[in-house]
């Protein structure tokens, strides 16, 4: 089973940026559906992006569409989710996310994603 290890998180400002890593061992991920999910204090996991095996089709949710990009690299077993013009409601813990299930485009549920990282923090102050 793959093992998921998030980077990145921290303290920002509102309007600032912030570059999430996740690095995967014990599997390579060009197999894989890759995504990031999200947890604020009190609310669900929810879905936050995602992007197929092969990079070319990506899903993202309408609170991040236009401001986030997620992106892969099989060749390093890694993705990012880079975060721009970021509002105190993107605060919450960031995973990362696999999925075995190879569809195009890729699922925008967090349910449909069945392997996930320890999470990193992402506070953004207003």
């Known amino acids: 089973q793959v093992q998921l290890v998030e980077s990145g998180g921290g303290l920002v400002q509102a309007g600032g940026s912030l570059r999430l890593s996740c690095a995967a061992s014990e599997r390579a991920i060009r197999t894989l559906t890759m995504g990031w999910l999200r947890q604020a204090p009190g609310k669900e996991r929810e879905f936050v992006a995602a992007?197929?095996?092969?990079?070319?089709?990506?899903s993202y949710a309408d609170s991040v569409k236009g401001r986030f990009i997620i992106s892969r690299d099989n060749s390093e077993n890694t993705v990012d989710l880079q975060m721009n013009k970021l509002k105190p409601e993107d605060t919450a813990v960031y995973y990362c996310?696999?999925?075995?299930?190879?569809?195009?485009?890729?699922?925008?549920?967090?349910?449909?994603?069945?392997?996930w990282g320890q999470g990193t923090q992402v506070t953004v102050s207003s």
């Open positions: 996310a696999a999925r075995q299930v190879l569809t195009s485009p890729p699922p925008s549920r967090a349910s449909a994603y069945d392997t």
């Open positions: 992007v197929t095996w092969n990079g070319v089709s990506t």
